[in-house]
C-alpha cells in the first residue's frame, strides 16, 4: 500500500488550497478515507474522512464550511482531496492522508505534506 500527498503549501490567511492522495496497492476493503494533521507540539488530529459505502463524511468542527473532502476509487486505488478555504494560521500542519481497512481496522498513512498559512 502506498499514499502520496500533494498540493501543501505556503498561503496566507483567507486563501484556498486544494490537497490530493494518490493510494494504491488497495487489495482490501476500506472503512474509511481520510485526512489527518498534525502541528508542531500537537497530537495528530483527523480534518475530515469519508466512509466507505454510503459516502458519509465527518469533519472537526474547527475545518466545517471551509473544507471539502471527495474521493473516487478505482481497482485497487483511491485519489482522496481535501479542498481547503479561508484558511487560518491555525490551519498550519503537516496534513497526513489515511485509509483504515475493513475488518481489522489497520491504518495506513501518507508520508505527510506540510501547509503553512502566514497571518
Known amino acids: 500500500v502506498q499514499l502520496v500527498e500533494s498540493g501543501g503549501g505556503l498561503v496566507q490567511a483567507g486563501d484556498s488550497l486544494r490537497l490530493s492522495c494518490a493510494a494504491s496497492?488497495?487489495?482490501?476493503?476500506?472503512?474509511?478515507a481520510g485526512w489527518y494533521r498534525q502541528a508542531p507540539g500537537k497530537q495528530r488530529e483527523l480534518v475530515a474522512e469519508i466512509t466507505s459505502g454510503d459516502g458519509g463524511t465527518n469533519y472537526a468542527d474547527s475545518v466545517k464550511g471551509r473544507f471539502t473532502i471527495s474521493g473516487d476509487n478505482a481497482k485497487n486505488t483511491i485519489a482522496l482531496h481535501l479542498q481547503m478555504n479561508s484558511l487560518k494560521p491555525e490551519d498550519t500542519a503537516v496534513y497526513y492522508c489515511?485509509?483504515?481497512?475493513?475488518?481489522?481496522?489497520?491504518?495506513?498513512w501518507g508520508q505527510g505534506t506540510q501547509v503553512t498559512v502566514s497571518s
Open positions: 489515511n485509509v483504515k481497512s475493513r475488518p481489522t481496522g489497520s491504518r495506513y
Open positions: 496497492g488497495i487489495t482490501f476493503s476500506i472503512s474509511t
